[in-house]
């Protein structure tokens, strides 16, 4: 009696690896749409900057702004800084649109990719183990 192998690893290698790319993208594009309706609406620049990438090769999602606002809109600025570390003491700055002069104490923080990450994180990875479960 003779037993014949058949060595499928690499197809459900493949077939795993196509799932996982196929939900990163997926993930990270809700994860972007989700921070983009949390983000608070000025001129739109900000809201707008945010994007994904995804790297296929290495299976990372990589999701943000290149924006420096994103950042003081995440984290808050002056008085109003999330870690209490922000200037403490009213400033300026001119707008370089306008060229007009703003006087502040600081914004208040959004907290809008914190927000997404908590609401998106749980369905996503209930999505993936739904998505895996289906290789039966």
Request: hydrophobic letters at 35%; a neutral charge.
């Amino acid at each position: 009696m003779a037993l014949t192998f058949w060595d499928n690893s690499d197809e459900v290698k493949a077939i795993i690896e196509a799932i996982g790319i196929a939900w990163l993208h997926e993930a990270s594009g809700e994860m972007e749409s989700q921070v983009k309706r949390n983000t608070r609406v000025d001129t739109s620049r900000t809201k707008e900057s945010w994007d994904y990438k995804v790297d296929e090769g290495r299976q990372v999602a990589t999701i943000g702004s290149p924006k420096q606002n994103a950042i003081w809109e995440e984290f808050g600025t002056g008085i109003h800084a999330s870690k209490g570390d922000g200037r403490k003491t009213p400033w300026a700055y001119q707008d370089p649109e306008t060229g007009e002069w703003i006087w502040t104490n600081g914004k208040t923080a959004t907290h809008a990719f914190q927000k997404a990450y908590k609401l998106v994180k749980p369905k996503a990875i209930k999505e993936l183990e739904r998505r895996l479960k289906g290789l039966n």
